[in-house]
């Protein structure tokens, strides 16, 4: 069993920066999600076991980085937040690795507890 703690998050103004960690017990293919209040949770990027490969959503693209440590910390760092960027982080770990429903919630076995970010003015 994965077990995995997200930290980093808070409250910024828009235009500010966070970078979110997700600390694992082990290493594995590893996806950040966001979910609002009383939305759908949401894919927002995702990294391959060796790091050699990255998948971020259209909304975060250009804003946002995966990447990931030689241990087992994987790290989303958000520039230029908005507000809509606001609400629960979570990553979360697949044991079967890279496939094409990397995006999709139930590609993921476990997840951590989530962080909470907020952007607002």
């Known amino acids: 069993q994965v077990q995995l703690q997200e930290s980093g998050g808070g409250w910024v103004q828009p235009g500010d920066s966070l970078r979110l960690s997700c600390a694992a017990s082990?290493?594995?293919?590893v996806g950040w999600f966001r979910q609002a209040p009383g939305k759908e949770r949401e894919f927002v990027a995702a990294?391959?076991?060796?790091?050699?490969?990255k998948y971020h959503a259209s909304s975060v693209r250009g804003r946002f980085t995966i990447s990931r440590d030689t241990g087992n910390t994987v790290y989303l760092r958000m520039n230029n937040l908005k507000p809509e960027d606001t609400g629960v982080y979570y990553c979360a770990a697949s044991t079967i690795g890279y496939a094409v429903t990397y995006s999709s919630p139930t590609h993921y076995d476990y997840w951590g507890q989530g962080t909470q970010v907020t952007v607002s003015s």
């Open positions: 990294i391959t076991f060796k790091g050699a490969n």
């Open positions: 082990e290493r594995s293919f």
